[in-house]
């Protein structure tokens, strides 16, 4: 019996980024949703389990920084990774207690994709 597909926000104001990685993570084997905001990406969250997310930080309306602070509430088991243009981007105390390191922090564009799927795995 094969097991169910884990599944997979991609939260980015950036449609070609969205884009790129949700081709790469779907031949990962995940179910990918995409969000170009904090506040679809929570109705997202709110009806699906989601497993794994990677979040913009720059973003209109609420950051991504105060979505990841929502999104746990609502699945306290999701894992995230950081994907910001922001190279200077340090995750705040609040952040890193939800186990967002600087090893989960890329900078965009990650040249390599697998660079998310190693980062989750840490």
Known sequence: MSQAPRLFLILDDEESIRQ??????????????????????LEIIRKHSIDEAVVDIRLPGQDGNSFMLEAIKIRPKIKFVVHTGSADYIPPKAIQALGVTLDKVLIKPANDLNLICDALKK
């Open 20 to 41: 790129s990685i949700a081709a790469f993570m779907e031949d990962e084997g995940y179910r990918v949703f995409q969000a170009e905001s904090s506040e679809q990406a």
